[in-house]
Every structure is written in structure tokens, then in C-alpha cells.
């Protein structure tokens, strides 16, 4: 049997079973109640609202400068909009799904001794969970920000993650 018998076979049987019997096939969800009652929701806040266009990995084709924290804020012209990694501690992370529940964004403070930085971004959820926890040692690869427009205010000395991964490196002989 030929593979395009096969697919005329399935068609007609799916033809027979919903369109040439009596019974028909019944919904067994409101389907209408429900687009009225998510039309009539208030819209969830959201946390980031509408990210300027991010910054796609291949937009860089240099390494990230290794950097710290004391010398981002010390120096925050010289890092602006380029790619750095910083290593530091979580603190205060936030996480919430997009409406797509594909993705997380994630906000939290990277803290290197008593000084910090905001490190913000997404992760996608298809890629597994997303090292970001209390007080964990993680590396952050990402855009350095001194001064940026964000959800109608305007932020500093921030960075726009691209990786956030743990420090030293779970994966034997890659820290």
C-alpha cells in the first residue's frame, strides 16, 4: 500500500466517522464561554512589558570581556552596549512566564562583595530550567547597559543576559 492510499484511507475513514453518520461530534468544552470570559479578563500585568528589540547572540561576533562588577559601575561608558561576563551571587531573583508560557524572564541582582548590578532577561523553557536560584555562583553573559528606557522609565547599569550559568561550571573540565 502506497503511502498516498494510506492518507486516502485515513481521510475517508475520518470523513465517514464525523460527517457521514448521524451522530455528530460534540464539544465537550464551552468553547464560546470561555473566549468571553478571557476577553472579559483584566490583563495579567506584565513585568518587562514590551523589551526594546533584543540583542540575538550572532549580533556579536567577539568574546565576552570578562569583567567586574566594581569596574562596570566604575566604568559604565567604557561597557556600554558591549557584551561582558560578569560572575557574581543571585540575590533577590524574581521569575515570571510569559503569555506564552514558553518562556521565563527573570530579574535579579548580581552581587560581587557588597557592590551589585541588575542582570534581567528570558529564558526559553524548551532548553530546560534556568539556573537562577538564591544565592547561586553563576556566570552572566550578556549586554552591559549604562543607561536604558525600560517599561516607560529609565534604568542604569543594567545587563540584558543572554546566558546565565552556574560557577563554577557543573560540566567537569569546562570552568
Known amino acids: 500500500m502506497t503511502i498516498s492510499s494510506k492518507i486516502l484511507l485515513i481521510a475517508a475513514w475520518n470523513a465517514l466517522l464525523f460527517v457521514g453518520t448521524d451522530i455528530t461530534h460534540q464539544l465537550e468544552f464551552p468553547l464560546e464561554a470561555f473566549h468571553e470570559g478571557v476577553a472579559s479578563a483584566p490583563p495579567t500585568p506584565r513585568l518587562f512589558g514590551h523589551l526594546s528589540s533584543r540583542l540575538p547572540s550572532s549580533t556579536f561576533t567577539t568574546s565576552p570581556e570578562p569583567v567586574s562588577i566594581t569596574m562596570l559601575l566604575s566604568q559604565p561608558d567604557s561597557y556600554h552596549q558591549q557584551l561582558v561576563a560578569v560572575r557574581g551571587v543571585i540575590t533577590q531573583p524574581e521569575m515570571h512566564l510569559d503569555d506564552s508560557e514558553l518562556a521565563i524572564r527573570f530579574v535579579f541582582r ?39 528606557e525600560l517599561n516607560a522609565s529609565r534604568v542604569f547599569n543594567t545587563i540584558e543576559a543572554l546566558t546565565v550559568s552556574p560557577y563554577p561550571s557543573l560540566i567537569p573540565d569546562s570552568a
Open 110 to 148: 548580581l552581587a560581587e562583595g557588597e557592590q551589585s548590578i541588575v542582570v534581567f532577561g528570558q529564558h526559553d523553557r524548551t532548553q530546560g530550567s534556568p539556573s537562577i536560584s538564591l544565592d547561586l555562583s553563576v556566570e552572566v553573559i550578556g549586554v552591559f547597559w549604562k543607561e536604558r
